[in-house]
Every structure is written in C-alpha cells, then in structure tokens.
C-alpha cells in the first residue's frame, strides 16, 4: 500500500500503469487543492488505472466517527479514531469575517501536563504519524468543500505539543506547503508550542515562513512553572534568546492565557512588557476556557481589556481572542479524549 502523500510509490503505480504524468498533477489538484474526495480524484485518471490505484493506495488514515456543530457559534468540532483506536479532535472555526481556520492535533494526548489544559489530563499516548495530521485537515477541507468555501489558515492548537512530534511534524509541514500538494504558503500555517527552545530553533531554520506562536501565559519564572511543568526545563531566560532568533523570521504571537488572581494584575502586564522588550510580537490575550475538575478561573472580559490597554499603551500589537466552540468543548484546552468513547 502506497501512502497519498508517497512519491515514490505513486510514481511506480503511474508507470507501471503507463498513466501520463500530467494526469497525476490532475489527480493531485482534485485531492489537494480542490478537496473533492477520492472518487472524484479516481476519475481524473485512465480507467484502466484505476482499479490499482485504488486498490494499492491508502486514502485514508483515520475514520470521522463524530462531527458536532456549535449552536452559537462557527465552529465544528471533529471526532477521528486512528488505526489502533485512539480518538483525537479537530475543530473548524468559521468566524464572522469568514476566513476558516482548522486546528488539528499532533499527538494522542500530551506530555506537557500544563495545568489549565484538559488535554493533559489524558495523559500522553504517542504521536501521530504524517499521514494521520494530514488526514485530518484532507478531511475537514472536503466538509468545507461542500460549504463551498475553502480553508484559509492551519493552526496546529489541538491536543498535543507539536515540537515534542517534530520528524512528523516537519514532514507533515512540507507537503502542506509542497506546490504539487496542498500548496499552503507558510504565512497561513501557525505552529504553537509550550516553548522547547532546540526544536523552535530547528523549526525557525526549516520552516521560516510559517508562524510561530509560544504559549507564555506568564513572564515571572515561579508563576510559569507552576502553570506548566516545561517551564521548569526551559527557562524564560534561554527561552527570551530563543524568541529573540525566531523574531528574526517575522513576528511570533505570543498566546497568554489570563488567570483570575494569577497572572493578571498591573505588576503582571509589567513585567511581561519588560520581558518582551524590542522583541517583534504579536501578543494574544486567551480567555480561559473551563472545563470540569480544573479550579482555575478566567479573568472577566473588563479586567482583560484593560490588560491589553496596558500592554498597548506599552507599545505591544495586542489583540484578545474571543473563543469559538465552547458549547461543544471544541475551544482550545477542551480538547479531551473521551474516556468512555470506545
Ligand atoms: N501544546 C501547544 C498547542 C496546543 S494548546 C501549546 O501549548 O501551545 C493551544 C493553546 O491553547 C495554547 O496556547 C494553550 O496554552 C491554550 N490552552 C490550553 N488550555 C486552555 C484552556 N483551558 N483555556 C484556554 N486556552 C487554553
């Protein structure tokens, strides 16, 4: 069995099957970027090709078992079961402005273990594999397909952490952006991450033109590593030089998550200005999202915006994110396996 995204075996079933290469550009464009499904991408072909092909390419890694829609809001979330069992999330999000995003998942769960993140209470169970992060976004974009409309932005804020899964991540990023694939620039592609400055340094390097978001959710050392166990690894002070690198690339966002009584008093808004200093971001203020077990709370929406007011009369592009998908557990940190699911 070939994988889609494996050129070599593509390659050996197109000769073997004496199909014209431009035919395989036509059975890609039908796959890729116009996101029609495989039969669909089946018919760009010979006939007489077809049955091979079909028979000896995997055309899909992961099965939709559960799709729900908000009520209130855009976003849809998407329930896959992988090969061996285990269910992961992606959600779709279609704010008003119309531009849709998809956030996908790198891992069955998540090692990191912050302390706002329902993800890290399932624990860690492996990383997904290339074929199964793309799967995920092959299809969501059929759905949005037949909306008739078209993902915009990949955003990877699904359960698990990203640079923890970097040979997969990376592979996954190439063909994304590949022109004989999905063709996406880099600037519509967002990878976040706890902060582990090695593979951010890696990515920077390998991936310059996709964007990179730390989730920082505060700027005192203590108050960090209380909040994410990481933090106890990388310090903000290897994690500052890392920032200072990756900058380089073009503006990083920086996603912090307000507390109530933990990270979001005037000294906080302070401190994190000294600490982003002349360094080119873009800071994303994130409203917690509550979820069963968790004795956090968010700040309230008016002592958030004067967060940010701060943060803006120090200089900083600021923007406070509103979440999407919250009735149906799909906003960020919700993402949970169900214990009970299979
Ligand atoms: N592991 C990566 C990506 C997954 S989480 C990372 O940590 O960046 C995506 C974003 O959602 C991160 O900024 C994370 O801190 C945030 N998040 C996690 N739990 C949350 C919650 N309960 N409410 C709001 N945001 C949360």
Same mark, same amino acid.
């Given at each position: 069995?070939?994988?889609? $995204?494996?050129?070599?075996?593509?390659?050996?079933?197109?000769?073997?099957?004496?199909?014209?290469?431009?035919? #395989?550009?036509?059975?890609?464009?039908?796959?890729?970027?116009?996101?029609?499904?495989?039969?669909?991408?089946?018919?760009?072909?010979?006939?007489?090709?077809?049955?091979?092909?079909?028979?000896?390419?995997?055309?899909?890694?992961?099965?939709?078992?559960?799709?729900?829609?908000?009520?209130?809001?855009?976003?849809?979330?998407?329930?896959?079961?992988?090969?061996?069992?285990?269910? =992961?999330? @992606?959600? =779709?999000?279609?704010?008003?402005?119309?531009?849709?995003?998809?956030?996908?998942?790198?891992?069955?769960?998540?090692?990191? $273990?912050?302390?706002?993140?329902?993800?890290?209470?399932?624990?860690?169970?492996?990383?997904?594999?290339?074929?199964? =992060?793309?799967?995920?976004?092959?299809?969501?974009?059929?759905?949005?397909?037949?909306?008739?409309?078209?993902?915009?932005? =990949?955003?990877?804020?699904?359960?698990?952490?990203?640079?923890?899964?970097?040979?997969?991540?990376?592979?996954?990023?190439?063909?994304?952006?590949?022109?004989?694939?999905?063709?996406?620039?880099?600037?519509?592609?967002?990878?976040?991450?706890?902060? #582990?400055?090695?593979?951010?340094?890696?990515?920077?390097?390998?991936?310059?033109?996709?964007?990179?978001?730390?989730?920082?959710?505060?700027?005192?050392?203590?108050?960090?590593?209380?909040?994410?166990?990481?933090?106890?690894?990388?310090?903000?002070?290897?994690?500052?030089?890392?920032?200072?690198?990756?900058?380089?690339?073009?503006?990083?966002?920086?996603?912090?998550?307000?507390?109530?009584?933990?990270?979001?008093?005037?000294?906080?808004?302070?401190?994190?200005?000294? $600490?982003?200093?002349?360094?080119?971001?873009?800071?994303?203020?994130?409203?917690?999202?509550?979820? @069963?077990?968790?004795?956090?709370?968010?700040?309230?929406?008016?002592?958030?915006?004067?967060?940010?007011?701060?943060?803006?009369?120090?200089?900083?592009?600021?923007?406070?994110?509103?979440?999407?998908?919250?009735?149906?557990?799909?906003?960020?940190?919700?993402?949970?396996?169900?214990?009970?699911?299979?």
């Amino acid at each position: 069995m070939a994988s889609l $995204y494996d050129t070599a075996g593509i390659e050996e079933l197109r000769s073997r099957n004496a199909v014209q290469p431009h035919r #395989i550009k036509l059975f890609r464009t039908a796959l890729f970027k116009k996101a029609l499904g495989w039969g669909a991408a089946l018919d760009t072909l010979p006939e007489t090709a077809r049955l091979d092909f079909s028979n000896h390419i995997e055309f899909q890694s992961l099965e939709l078992l559960e799709r729900h829609d908000s009520k209130t809001d855009g976003a849809s979330k998407l329930i896959f079961k992988t090969p061996d069992q285990h269910l =992961i999330e @992606s959600v =779709i999000l279609r704010p008003k402005t119309g531009r849709i995003s998809l956030c996908i998942s790198s891992q069955v769960g998540c090692a990191c $273990y912050c302390s706002f993140c329902a993800t890290g209470m399932m624990g860690f169970t492996r990383n997904l594999t290339c074929d199964e =992060i793309l799967d995920q976004v092959l299809q969501a974009s059929q759905i949005v397909k037949e909306e008739g409309r078209s993902i915009r932005n =990949i955003v990877f804020m699904g359960m698990g952490e990203p640079l923890l899964n970097m040979e997969h991540l990376f592979s996954a990023l190439a063909i994304l952006c590949g022109p004989s694939f999905f063709n996406y620039a880099g600037s519509r592609l967002m990878v976040s991450t706890v902060g #582990i400055p090695h593979a951010m340094a890696r990515f920077s390097e390998q991936f310059p033109a996709v964007q990179l978001a730390l989730s920082l959710h505060s700027a005192r050392q203590a108050v960090r590593e209380k909040l994410m166990p990481q933090a106890r690894k990388y310090t903000l002070d290897v994690l500052r030089e890392t920032l200072v690198e990756a900058s380089r690339n073009g503006k990083v966002m920086i996603e912090y998550l307000l507390l109530a009584g933990v990270n979001d008093s005037v000294e906080d808004s302070q401190v994190l200005t000294d $600490y982003l200093r002349d360094i080119p971001v873009h800071i994303n203020l994130i409203p917690f999202n509550e979820y @069963s077990g968790c004795n956090l709370h968010g700040t309230p929406l008016a002592e958030r915006k004067a967060f940010a007011d701060r943060l803006k009369a120090a200089g900083f592009n600021t923007t406070l994110r509103y979440s999407l998908g919250s009735d149906i557990a799909a906003a960020c940190g919700q993402l949970v396996q169900h214990k009970n699911g299979l």
